[in-house]
Every structure is written in C-alpha cells, then in structure tokens.
C-alpha cells in the first residue's frame, strides 16, 4: 500500500496549513490513518491519528489546534494545524494501518509511511 502526502510547504507563525494523503494500492481496509513528524535531531513523534470509526486522538502539543479527518471512500486524510508556531516545523509523514489484498480470498496486514513533507514554520 501506498501513501502519498501533499501540502506543506513554508508558513508564518500564526498562520494555518492543509496536509492530505492518499492511500492506493490493495487496499482492503484501513483501520487507522495518522500523521506524524519529526524534526531536526529528534525522534518521530505522533501529531494525531482517526480510526474508520472516526476516533482521533491529537498529540497535547497540537491539542486545540489541529483538526484530523478521513474520507474511507478515498481512503485519504487530512490534517488542519491553525496557529502555527515555530516549533511546528518538522518533516511530516503520513501513515496508516490495516489489511490489504493478497489474493481473492486472502488478507494480510500493513503498516506503510507516506514520503515526508516538510513544513517551514517562521516567526
């Protein structure tokens, strides 16, 4: 399965920015669709995460200003982040999780990671 991200891109502190990925491929289901990210020198952390359900859960960091959706028909998701801040500026990846076509009458599970997108926060 395949992850591909758009958006991005270089925003002033305060500003908003649109992030979206979209999955192909053998899809079967996907049960979670998240976004990470990660910047210089420090590890890949959770920004926010939907199940098919529509349950999310946002990192504190982003909490109040970050709003994740998912289209299960298009098997994309979106992530919102309104008032920017410098420490914002990370590369960000999607991801998600699920079963994915093996054969006719076969699933098997995945995990993929879209390409990183970098966003450039100023103040």
């Known amino acids: 399965v395949q992850l591909q991200a758009s958006g991005g891109g270089l925003v002033q502190a305060g500003g908003s920015l649109r992030l979206s990925c979209a999955a192909s491929g053998s ?15 420090k590890q890949r952390e959770l920004v ?9 859960n946002y990192a504190d960091s982003v909490k109040g200003r970050a709003t994740i959706s998912r289209d299960n028909a298009k098997n994309t998701v979106n992530l919102q982040v309104d008032s920017l801040k410098p420490e914002d500026t990370a590369v960000y990846y999607c991801n998600a999780e699920g079963l994915r076509r093996v054969s006719e009458f076969s699933v098997t599970s995945f995990a993929s990671w879209g390409q990183g997108t970098q966003v450039t926060v100023s103040s």
């Open 27 to 41: 899809i079967f289901r996907i049960n979670v669709m998240g976004w990470y990210r990660q910047a210089p020198g």
């Open 48 to 56: 926010a995460f939907i199940t098919s359900g529509s349950v999310t």
